[in-house]
């Protein structure tokens, strides 16, 4: 076989094996893209894990561009204009006339955000589709994988893309390990400045760390706070040890 159709054979070959990879990811759950992820790091094999979390983080983008793009859409008919910005005759109006993609739009958005806190408005909704996009888990396994890799630049970056888009977590609490993650990588880049103002987020978070329960947490909190604001840090004391990073 001549060189040339061996060179296009083997682009044709790449060509349908990576076309086949990016739909079966494409087709994947969000929660299976990102355990896919997990697992490759735990295995080791960070480029494939680096490939899962940027396939759930761009998969979600797209699920709720998705659904933003459908309720736009069933906003536009004349029918709904006249209801204004009452989300509640949106609703009914989508569900009695079957506009199904619009209605799957709000279910999934009154899934992941309080009905009754969108005051009735369909500007709301809509603003509350669009935050959605975000995946701060996905942002914070990248960092994970930057992290083990030496990359503490990037790693930073994607822990604080995380926590900016913390509302948006869905274990409770796991905002302070992002946290203790951003505080591990100031102490090595000796950024003790930043350092300090991101363990003083965590302590004045007491409910989401056991460490500060009880009395003997209550007194241990106040002491380290006494440290941190009295005596800032020199990245050389022991003081420092409550972090427990």
Request: charged share 30%.
């Amino acid at each position: 076989m001549k060189t040339g159709k061996k060179i296009n054979l083997l682009v044709l070959f790449l060509t349908l094996f990576f076309t086949g990879t990016m739909i079966h990811a494409q087709s994947l759950p969000l929660w299976l893209s990102l355990e896919q992820g997990k697992t490759h790091f735990r295995n080791g094999a960070y480029g494939y894990a680096l490939l899962s979390f940027e396939d759930a983080r761009r998969s979600r983008w797209d699920q709720f561009t998705r659904m933003e793009s459908d309720l736009i859409l069933a906003l536009s008919t004349p029918e709904l204009r006249r209801f204004g910005d009452s989300l509640e005759w949106v609703e009914r109006y989508c569900t009695d006339q079957h506009l199904d993609n619009a209605a799957r739009a709000l279910k999934e958005l009154y899934y992941r955000y309080p009905k009754d806190e969108l005051g009735g408005s369909v500007r709301r909704a809509l603003e509350e589709l669009d935050s959605l996009k975000t995946y701060p888990e996905a942002e914070f396994w990248l960092g994970e994988t930057y992290r083990v890799e030496g990359e503490l630049n990037l790693a930073l970056k994607q822990y604080q893309k995380a926590y900016e888009d913390r509302k948006n977590l869905e274990t409770s609490g796991f905002e302070v390990e992002i946290l203790y993650r951003m505080v591990e990588i100031h102490r090595i880049r000796r950024e003790y400045q930043e350092m300090e103002n991101r363990a003083l987020e965590i302590l004045n978070r007491p409910e989401a760390d056991t460490i500060w329960a009880g009395e003997t947490g209550g007194f241990a909190r106040a002491a380290m706070m006494r440290i941190l604001e009295n005596d800032g840090i020199d990245g050389n004391s022991e003081k420092y040890v409550f972090l427990n990073l």
